[in-house]
Each structure stands twice: as C-alpha cells, then as structure tokens.
C-alpha cells in the first residue's frame, strides 16, 4: 500500500516539538462560531496541544535547536513535603485556594519528580491525548464543557464560557489547560511586540537563559481566547508536567454554566498594547490599574502567590 499523503504544510517536525502529542489540526474553534458578519481577518490559527519550537528561528537565535529536557534545575520546592501540585492534583476531588505558586518541580501527572526515570514525557502526553489512564484526561475537556463564543463586545472578541447546556459546575481548584503556542527565544526576528497573544513567563526552563515567549498567534490552543478581568476566576501558576514546564490554568472559583472563563492579564499588558479593559465588573471601558476592584484582585493575586511561596 502506498503511504498516506500529509499536508506537509501542517506537518510539524519531531525535533521541534515537545512532547509527542498529535500534528496540528486547524483550529475549527476560531470559526466555529463565527457568522460571515463577524469574520476578524488574519491567519486562521491552528490548533496544537504542546510547544513548537522552530528550529530555524532558534538557530538564527544561536540558541540549541532541540531544547534539552533531561536535566531541570532543583530547588527547595521539590523536596516540599506539601509541593503544591500535589495539593492542585488533589483539588480535583476537593476544591482549595487557587494555586498561585510560582515554582514546583514535581510532576502534576504522576507526583514524582521530574528526574526521576518513572516520570516522562509521556506524562504530559497522557494528560493532554488522554491515553494511558490518566487521571485528569484533558482532551475531552474543553469540548465537553467549554465552549469559545462572541462576548458581543467587538473590542473584546471571542470569549471562553462553561457551555449552557450543561449542568456541570468546574470545581474551584481544578486544572483547566495550560498556556501553548510557538516557543520563541525572546524578542527575536519575525517577532512582532504588538501581537496580543504573547505570554512571556519566567518559567527558568534549562534551555533557555533568558525568558521564552509562549506566542499563540498562529498557534495555541482554547486557552489562547480567555480574555481579562479585573476579578478573574482563573488564576495561572508555573507547573511541571512530565519533563515539561507550563504555564497551567486553574479555576479559582466554581464555574457554572455560561460563566466566562477570565484571567487577569495584568498591567503591562493593558498599558503595553494601550487598551483598555472592558470586563464585566464595571460598566464601559476602565483603567484595570485604577480602578478599586482591578487593584484589589491584583493585590489579592499576589497575597496568594507569597503566601503559598513562604
Ligand atoms: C489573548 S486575546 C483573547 C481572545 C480574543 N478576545 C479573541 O477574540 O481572539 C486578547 C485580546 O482580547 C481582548 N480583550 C481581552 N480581555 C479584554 C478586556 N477585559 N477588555 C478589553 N479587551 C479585552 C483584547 O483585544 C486583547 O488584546
């Protein structure tokens, strides 16, 4: 039998990949709802569940072509008895304040610790394919109970909402997704400042010095239409999964049917891009750093994030 014909434009290379989840498939989500009224211009995006590195990009960077996996930094955080992904795996089951810690080492699939040879890549394949038993199964997750729609606001776009047929509650403290796009070596060539789906983590991976750029701009996934409120009830944290680190979300609060799905973007990004936040928390458009709720969730936010370090 001759071999299966592949759209080489979608076919990503093992090398420039992390993890072995499936190619790209194109992002039907960008226009599942759209009307030909509502149509945005620009690249349709394509729907990918790991990192793509491109090998090109990161060689023009004089940087390794492959990021190495094998080897992660320790810290104290991993010999905590109480590591918080263990405590986010656990909220699953029962709910706990967001998990806003910045550093944990050990792997939120299988517990162990990174460098250890039971944990693997493959780790952070079953939580994203599903495959394997996994306990946290990811891949049926958004279609199953989120949904990406108009917001009805042209400014703010697309949204992400608990779908409305359901009666599912998300519980506080569960694991939504995590934060992927093309990994880029910082500000580099092609690299354009104003495109509004970079995130730019100091994630401290091995690989790389400096801070990566998660850009989702012709690639990511769901995670990539949350859009910002000045009480957010998703919060981020930097977590390890398999030999992966990544930028997960979790509810903060219990999601209910038709909820919005929001984080908080936070000031730089307001001011960097020059908009201004239209969340639902205050009628018409508003300054997220002045106004009282805005200081307040931010506040809150690092509270947290320094109580759960300490
Ligand atoms: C990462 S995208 C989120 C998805 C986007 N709504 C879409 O349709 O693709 C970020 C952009 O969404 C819009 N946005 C998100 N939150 C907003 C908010 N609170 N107020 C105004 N615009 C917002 C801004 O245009 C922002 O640059």
New binding site residues.
């Given amino acids: 039998m001759p071999p299966k014909k592949t759209n080489a434009k979608n076919r990503v290379t093992k090398g420039g990949r992390l993890g072995h989840g499936p190619k790209w498939t194109p992002f039907k989500a960008w226009n599942a709802s759209r009307t030909v009224r509502e149509i945005?211009p620009g690249a349709v995006c394509k729907q990918v569940d790991s990192f793509y590195a491109d090998p090109r990009r990161w060689n023009a960077a004089g940087r390794p072509q492959r990021p190495r996996l094998s080897t992660l930094p320790k810290t104290e955080a991993e010999n905590e008895s109480e590591c918080i992904a263990d405590r986010a795996r656990l909220a699953l089951a029962e709910p706990i304040d967001a998990p806003e810690v910045k550093y944990c080492y050990t792997c939120f699939e299988c517990g162990r610790n990174p460098d250890d040879p039971e944990c693997s890549v493959q780790c952070y394949d079953e939580l994203h394919s599903g495959g394997g038993g996994s306990k946290n199964d990811m891949k049926t997750f958004f279609k199953k109970w989120l949904e990406i729609r108009h917001?009805g606001?042209a400014?703010?776009?697309?949204?992400v909402f608990v779908k409305t047929n359901g009666r599912y509650e998300i519980p506080k403290g569960a694991y939504l997704g995590h934060y992927v796009g093309e990994i880029i070596p910082g500000p580099t060539k092609g690299y354009n400042a104003n495109n509004?789906?970079l995130y730019e983590p100091q994630v401290g991976l091995e690989w790389d010095t400096d801070r990566p750029i998660i850009d989702?701009g012709k690639m990511g996934n769901w995670t990539?239409?949350?859009?910002?409120?000045c009480d957010p009830n998703v919060s981020e944290s930097i977590m390890q999964i398999g030999k992966v680190r990544v930028i997960a979300f979790f509810a903060n609060k219990t999601l209910k049917s038709g909820d919005e799905l929001?984080i908080y973007?936070g000031d730089d990004y307001f001011r960097g891009?020059e908009?201004?936040?239209?969340?639902d928390n205050f009628e018409g458009s508003h300054d997220?750093t002045a106004v009282g709720a805005g200081l307040q969730a931010r506040e809150r936010h690092q509270q947290q994030a320094l109580a759960l370090q300490s």
């Avoid at 990539?224 to 409120?229: A, E, I």
């Avoid at 908009?275 to 969340?279: E, N, S, V």
């Fill in positions: 945005i917001t606001t400014e703010k776009g697309y949204g509004k789906y989702a990539r239409f949350m859009n910002s409120s929001c973007y891009h908009l201004l936040c239209l969340c997220p």
